[in-house]
């Protein structure tokens, strides 16, 4: 893309769309865990249902663990989005190499390590910042 002669815009994506609710439900279910979705619109919330296994330590069954937060919401919203990647294949030869499962696997195994990694340093007495952003 940055090696073309001419500079032009290029969509990179899968061309695959997938709801957020969907990209939830793979996150916790790396963790081992089941939700459900109770309301709707701005009042929609995630619950726990079950889980599996011992990622997830610090969640109970009931815990509310997702929440809609109107601030997020674009003042132009558009109904669905879907990236079309058929520019970049054409001109670039460009193909996406992994799906987003495969990304949502990667990056919750990350976080569950930087979690542990936290947790250990808490239980030793040590105090770290734990940032929500990048």
Known sequence: MLQQDKPED????????????????????????????IG??????????????????ALK?????VKVD????RPAEVETLLGDPSKAQLKLGWVPHIALQEMVIEMMESDLKEA??????????FTTTVSNER
Do not use: C, W
């Open 116 to 125: 542990q990694r936290y947790a250990l340093l808490k239980e030793h007495g």
């Open 10 to 37: 290029f969509v990179i994506a899968t061309g695959v769309q997938y709801s957020v609710r969907q990209f939830i439900n793979m996150a916790a279910k790396e963790l081992g865990i089941t939700l459900a979705f």
């Open 40 to 57: 709707t619109g701005a009042d929609e919330t995630a619950v726990v249902k079950a889980i599996e296994g011992d990622k997830a330590p």
């Open 61 to 65: 069954v009931d815990d509310v663990i």
């Open 70 to 73: 109107p601030r997020y919401f």
